[in-house]
Nanobody, 120 residues
Framework: VQLVESGGGLAQPGGPLRLSCAAS????????MSWARQAPGKGLEWVSA????????YYADSMKGRFTISRDNAKNTVYLQMDSLKPEDTALYYC??????????????WGKGTLVTVSS
């Protein structure tokens, strides 16, 4: 499966940005997807996850209430709506495909990332 992120760029503090992750090369959508990020000089941080049935969504504590993950299985695309952005949200954002429909399972595909910069 190939994953391609898009939608990154420069955002104002307090503003929104929407990321997309398009998946190709798979005949099934029966897997969970996650977003992760890596800020400059820091390690990889998990952001959010969503299973294929989209009945539940999961977020890191610092993103709850500000970020919203969603997916459109017909378009093989996962989205991350980011609101109330903070300078500390500046990072390279990756989408990841899990081995199963549980986000506790390992990942077998990653995108190259899309850069989000939050600055005035």
């Amino acid at each position: 499966v190939q994953l391609v992120e898009s939608g990154g760029g420069l955002a104002q503090p307090g503003g929104p940005l929407r990321l997309s992750c398009a998946a190709s090369g798979s005949t099934s959508n029966n897997y969970a997807m996650s977003w992760a990020r890596q800020a400059p000089g820091k390690g990889l941080e998990w952001v959010s996850a969503i299973p294929s049935d989209v009945r539940n969504t999961y977020y890191a504590d610092s993103m709850k209430g500000r970020f919203t993950i969603s997916r459109d299985n017909a378009k093989n695309t996962v989205y991350l709506q980011m609101d109330s952005l903070k300078p500390e949200d500046t990072a390279l954002y990756y989408c990841e495909k899990h081995l199963t429909n549980s986000y506790a399972s390992g990942m077998d595909s990653w995108g190259k990332g899309t850069l989000v910069t939050v600055s005035s």
